[in-house]
Nanobody, 115 residues
Framework: QVQLVESGGGLVQPGGSLRLSCAAS????????MGWYRQAPGKQRELVAR???????NYADSVKGRFTISRDNAKNTVYLQMNSLKPEDTAVYYC?????????WGQGTQVTVSS
């Protein structure tokens, strides 16, 4: 089992940057995959970025080249660096951990991109 706590959300102008953090309650070294999802009002939750414990990463097409996911095993933390933010990036961002057969979620952090 693992608890996930996100931080780093907020209000930012278009073109700005934010870095989200997801702190895990246990070592993430052996966690198969950790990722970030987002859910905008009236829309389904969607994958933003994901990283596995063997080093592979994948991104939603809409964020490729702008967002970067990374993990610091020593700090049990996963990050999402978000650059060149757009209004359509506005959503609640959720951290996710996959320890098969279970999946765990954080409580979410709001990201609002607006001028």
């Amino acid at each position: 089992q693992v608890q996930l706590v996100e931080s780093g959300g907020g209000l930012v102008q278009p073109g700005g940057s934010l870095r989200l953090s997801c702190a895990a309650s246990r070592s993430i070294f052996s966690i198969y995959a950790m990722g970030w999802y987002r859910q905008a009002p009236g829309k389904q939750r969607e994958l933003v970025a994901r990283t596995t414990n063997v080093g592979s990463t994948n991104y939603a097409d809409s964020v490729k080249g702008r967002f970067t996911i990374s993990r610091d095993n020593a700090k049990n933390t996963v990050y999402l660096q978000m650059n060149s933010l757009k209004p359509e990036d506005t959503a609640v961002y959720y951290c996710n951990a996959q320890l098969p057969p279970n999946t765990y979620w954080g409580q979410g952090t709001q990201v609002t991109v607006s001028s």
